[in-house]
Antibody, heavy 119, light 110 residues
Framework: EVQLVESGGGLVQPGGSLRLSCVAS????????MHWVRQATGKGLEWVSG???????YYPGSVKGRFTISRENAKNSLYLQMSSLRAEDTAVYYC?????????????WGKGTTVTVSS | QSVLTQPPSVSAAPGQKVTISCSGS????????VSWYQQLPGTAPELLIF???KRPSGIPDRFSGSKSGTSATLGITGLQTGDEADYYC???????????FGGGTKLTVL
């Protein structure tokens, strides 16, 4: 069974840092691009970052320079290092796998981990 | 403001059909395939449609997708109360070099 399990969420003060992890199973992790997507309470989905199989990374303007996505294929793991956190970064963070084929879509999602930025 | 525009809500009676629109531009929908995601209350999103009109295994054929120019549409026939959820469209934006989602549409089955 293809599965993604996130961890590392918690309460952090504004300006602080946090590292999220996502462990993959049931597929060859190194063969797929991966993404992080977040959702604030009562709000829509927001793409946070993506990483290709060679390690190329992509970010939206809202987190560029503050968040760093990385992967460790030997451990089937995806990471999101978040720094200079703000209240507006409070959300559930989902790890998602890119689907097969030439076009981008996300075919498997984890259950999410909650990040709360508050003093 | 989302790059992709969806109606905030739609509603229809059980057994009826509903469509959800997703409007974008030449830098996103006009240049890349669209996918749709269903998020049931309190759960993670799930892939519903990919490559504009393809269904993953396990998704019933009551769900369909289409794309024309810079807009995409999700169709759901034979509505069931279990279809009540938030629905999101998504695609890659070549100008932003970023994945973009629509703002989401809440489906109510009356």
């Amino acid at each position: 069974e293809v599965q993604l399990v996130e961890s590392g969420g918690g309460l952090v003060q504004p300006g602080g840092s946090l590292r999220l992890s996502c462990v993959a199973s049931g597929f060859t992790f190194s063969n797929y691009d991966m993404h992080w997507v977040r959702q604030a309470t009562g709000k829509g989905l927001e793409w946070v970052s993506g990483i290709g199989t060679p390690g190329d990374t992509y970010y939206p303007g809202s987190v560029k320079g503050r968040f760093t996505i990385s992967r460790e294929n030997a451990k089937n793991s995806l990471y999101l290092q978040m720094s200079s956190l703000r209240a507006e970064d409070t959300a559930v963070y989902y790890c998602a796998k890119r689907g097969s084929g030439p076009f981008i879509y996300m075919d498997v999602w984890g259950k999410g981990t909650t990040v709360t930025v508050s003093s | 403001q989302s790059v992709l525009t969806q109606p905030p809500s739609v509603s229809a009676a059980p057994g009826q059909k509903v469509t959800i629109s997703c409007s974008g531009s030449s830098s996103n929908i006009g240049n890349h395939y669209v996918s749709w995601y269903q998020q049931l209350p309190g759960t993670a999103p799930e892939l519903l449609i990919f490559d504009n009109d393809k269904r993953p295994s396990g998704i019933p054929d009551r769900f369909s997708g289409s794309k024309s120019g810079t807009s995409a549409t999700l169709g759901i026939t034979g509505l069931q109360t279990g279809d009540e959820a938030d629905y999101y469209c998504g695609t890659w934006d070549i100008s932003l070099s970023a994945w973009v989602f629509g703002g989401g549409t809440k489906l109510t089955v009356l």
